[in-house]
């Protein structure tokens, strides 16, 4: 039964991909999203990828930082391996590559799945927080342009009849608050016989260890390094998206602040439990080129390439750290991963 509902959820989300897809192909011209894909400046999109590859790099460094710090060490390739595989299982797996790269490192390094999945909750917390930067900024330097995407974009035209009637969203503020305060109640009330279940006893030992790695941050002796490992990462995704401007006529005007809107809103995309972010980010990247001017097939046609291209890249690059950590252990990681997903885990 829970193979036939993983299959479910899995044809679902793919399901969900190909919808958002073909919304945004939908009555635009073929030929004319063909020809900018044929005719694109290709220069730009290899100086975009070999940042995006030095980015790689530097993201495995940050890791390796945490790991050190919550007493885990772990050998610098060991890791990048680790990392790169678990980017390629999201191609295929959607958010199941987190716990493939934490159960690769156990497998060759020994380090703990809880405590490297906390460091791994710890990076993405950064990165919300680098995403909210990103939106404040944005909406400093360009406001205009934010409001119209979410107006006209995401809300479809329906912002002023939101605006006049807000009871809908008063009714259900209402009962997502009614229902957080009784689940708080009812754990509350039986939280000595919890305390009394084998489930719930290994469910508070994998919460400690993931509290380990996530707190491993501010045990940093390089903190210092590590916020510019941080920063460095950020830079060549907001470089990525805005050298790439230049691969196309339509966009090669686009200012440093188009480029801006472009990672803020791509990175939703990109966040979305979806395969590798396909679907979303075409629609959210083709969206607020939009409202920059630029044609629907010019938009959806950078958001092709760009994301092409990483796709590709991480395909290449985390193929080749599959090869390196199966040469390295004959155990299969992919099942031993899977198992972890659907099972408690506990500390070793």
């Avoid at 605006?163 to 009784?182: D, E, K, S, Y």
């Amino acid at each position: 039964m829970k193979h036939l509902l993983t299959i479910v959820k899995y044809v679902l989300l793919l399901s969900i991909s190909v919808a958002l897809m073909w919304y945004a192909v939908r009555g635009q011209d073929l030929s004319r999203i063909g020809h900018y894909i044929a005719t694109a400046n290709y220069f730009w999109l290899t100086l975009t990828l070999t940042l995006s590859a030095l980015g790689y790099f530097s993201r495995a460094y940050r890791w390796q930082m945490q790991l050190d710090a919550s007493q885990t060490p772990a050998p610098y390739w060991a890791v990048y391996h680790a990392m790169m595989v678990g980017y390629l299982a999201n191609l295929v797996l959607p958010r199941m590559g987190e716990v493939i790269r934490c159960s690769v490192l156990r497998r060759t390094s020994g380090v703990p799945v809880q405590v490297a999945l906390g460091t791994v909750v710890t990076e993405r917390v950064i990165d919300v927080l680098v995403l909210l930067g990103l939106i404040v900024s944005l909406l400093l330097l360009d406001f205009n342009t934010f409001w119209n995407f979410v107006t006209v974009q995401v809300l479809g035209g329906r912002y002023e009849s939101l605006a006049r009637n807000r009871t809908p969203l008063l009714i259900a503020a209402v009962i997502a608050g009614v229902l957080l305060l009784a689940a708080g109640y009812a754990l509350f009330r039986n939280l000595e016989r919890l305390r009394q279940n084998a489930f719930f006893n290994k469910g508070v030992l994998f919460v400690k260890g993931l509290l380990a790695g996530v707190f491993s941050v501010l045990k940093l002796e390089k903190k210092g390094v590590f916020l510019m490992h941080t920063l460095f990462t950020w830079a060549v995704y907001y470089l990525m998206d805005y050298l790439a401007f230049f691969c196309f006529p339509e966009t090669y005007n686009l200012d440093m602040k188009a480029g801006l809107a472009v990672l803020t809103f791509g990175a939703f995309g990109m966040a979305a439990p979806v395969a590798g972010g396909i679907g979303p980010f075409h629609v959210m990247v083709q969206g607020i080129l939009l409202v920059y001017g630029v044609s629907k097939e010019a938009g959806i046609a950078y958001a092709l390439v760009v994301h092409g291209a990483q796709t590709l890249l991480v395909v290449l690059m985390g193929g080749i750290s599959f090869v390196a950590v199966a040469a390295a252990d004959k155990g299969s990681v992919l099942t031993e991963a899977e198992a972890l997903a659907e099972e408690p885990l506990t500390t070793e």
